[in-house]
């Protein structure tokens, strides 16, 4: 359903909304719990989100969800992480398949289990003819990981270098098909990329909020749409109003 009561202009919502998850272990310990009681709090803040997605008629939304750095992390959480992967897929998967989101999966999946490996792909498989919401998961994903891999097919395809554009590059791209996004949200208060899709933001519009990512509610994911209806995006050109002033 489509919000209609929203003081969002409805022209201006984003088509691809990207979100960077962040803030999980500051909650935590702010509350003195473990970091991933943070996780746990945050998954369940994503599924809100995706309620809330739906609701404000946008089509896609990207989940930054581990990164290819986040290996590093101490052993214990990683395996948390992965657990959670594995718990969002066995017990969200019918529910979102019912209310037709259709997941997919940005970065590499092979440091995964061969269990879980089959687990995604029977959920991506499930979901490939819903066309309610794109669901992007980013997970084992790094944007220079996506830009290497994009460069290795090319090659191994045996691509001429005149033949190489921004398009072709798009095509070789984990998120080959899906609109660039619009506008990226970043939870916490970081003010950087952390390697996030750093392709296909060349024209994204950036919000960022200090609130972690737990807490990130529907009211304040408004005001992010709010901030984005305001912007003037002139993508390295001047803005339509200006022409038409000039030309008066
Ligand atoms: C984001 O929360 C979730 C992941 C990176 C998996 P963090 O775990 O990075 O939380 P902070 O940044 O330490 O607070
Ligand atoms: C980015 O957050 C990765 C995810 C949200 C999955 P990080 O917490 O890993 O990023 P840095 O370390 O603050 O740059
Ligand atoms: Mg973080």
């Known amino acids: 359903m489509t919000e209609t009561s ?3 202009s409805l022209e201006k919502i984003p088509r691809h909304v990207a979100i960077i998850m962040d803030g999980n272990g500051r909650w935590a310990l702010q509350r003195g719990l473990p970091r991933l009681a943070g996780h746990r709090a945050g998954t369940e803040n994503l599924r809100r989100v995706i309620r809330s997605t739906v609701e404000f008629g946008i089509k896609y939304l990207t989940i930054y969800a581990f990164s290819t750095e986040n290996w590093g992390r101490p052993a214990e959480e990683v395996q ?41 792909l029977k959920a991506i498989n499930l979901t490939k003819n819903n066309d309610r919401l794109i669901l992007n998961i980013a997970w084992n994903y790094g944007g220079r990981d996506e830009i290497v891999c ?27 098909g899906v609109p660039d996004p619009d506008l990226v949200i970043r939870t ?61």
């Open 6 to 8: 929203s003081s969002v």
């Open 80 to 120: 948390g992480l992965l657990g959670i992967l594995q718990d969002v897929i066995d017990r969200e998967l019918n529910e979102l398949h019912k209310e037709g989101v259709q997941l997919r999966h940005i970065g590499r999946l092979e440091r995964l289990s061969a269990n879980l490996q089959a687990r995604v």
């Open 150 to 176: 994009a460069i290795q097919k090319i090659i191994k395809d045996g691509i001429k270098p005149e033949d190489v554009t921004d398009s072709l590059v798009g095509q070789y791209m984990f998120t080959a």
């Open 188 to 248: 916490s208060g970081e003010l950087r990329v952390s390697n996030f899709l750093i392709w296909q933001t060349a024209y994204s519009e950036w919000y960022v909020t200090p609130t972690y990512w737990p807490d990130f509610d529907k009211e304040e994911y408004r005001r992010a749409l709010e901030a984005f209806a305001q912007r003037d995006r002139r993508f390295g050109k001047v803005s339509s109003g200006e022409l038409q002033e000039s030309n008066a």
